[in-house]
């Protein structure tokens, strides 16, 4: 069986759904998706894995995708996630872009928990850390860019 990640597209968007609302209302995360340049990569496709309020994964809450605009911006309405097995409170985050046969995954850590996100073991296991801490955003939220490569690249996981 052949598979995307052993093809090269075009993808048809037919069954390709966007849920980017997983709370109504919810902390507006966004971010942009960057190349090696620092260019915006506008056909970017951004998923989220996460846990709820209370550090729970559950199978009715905690997926979500967005695309990418013109801009390299891609956004989410969400809950921040309860702490999980002793980690800080984060994201799970695969980006699928242009030139990349497979996706990449990283971590999103939030950055009003700096006494958790030094205590958790995946980031205080990684080269630059700052790589995978939002900012805080004007207007409230989160902003998290993610560079693909080049200064300040984002540190990517295995999968």
């Given at each position: ?16 759904l ?9 902390l ?10 620092g260019?915006p ?32 911006r ?12 002793g ?5 799970t ?8 046969l ?13 006494e ?8 205080s ?10 900012r805080?955003?004007?207007?409230g ?19």
């Amino acid at each position: 069986m052949i598979t995307p990640s052993q093809t090269v597209g075009p993808y048809f968007t037919l069954g390709l759904l966007y849920s980017n609302e997983l709370v109504a209302d919810g902390l507006r995360l966004s971010g942009r998706i960057l190349d090696g340049a620092g260019e915006p990569v506008p056909d970017a496709i951004v998923e989220i894995w996460q846990a709820d309020e209370e550090g729970r994964y559950r199978p009715d809450f905690g997926w979500g995708r967005s695309g990418c605009d013109a801009d390299g911006r891609y956004s989410f309405a969400t809950c921040k996630p309860g702490a999980v097995d002793g980690q800080a409170p984060h994201l799970t985050m695969l980006v699928f872009a242009r030139g990349l046969l497979k996706p990449v995954l990283t971590r999103m850590y939030f950055p009003d928990e700096e006494e958790t996100n030094s205590r958790d073991p995946i980031l205080s296991a990684v080269d630059d850390p700052a790589t995978l801490v939002a900012r805080p955003a004007a207007g409230g939220g989160v902003e998290f860019d993610v560079r693909l490569q080049g200064e300040a690249e984002t540190v990517f996981f295995a999968v």
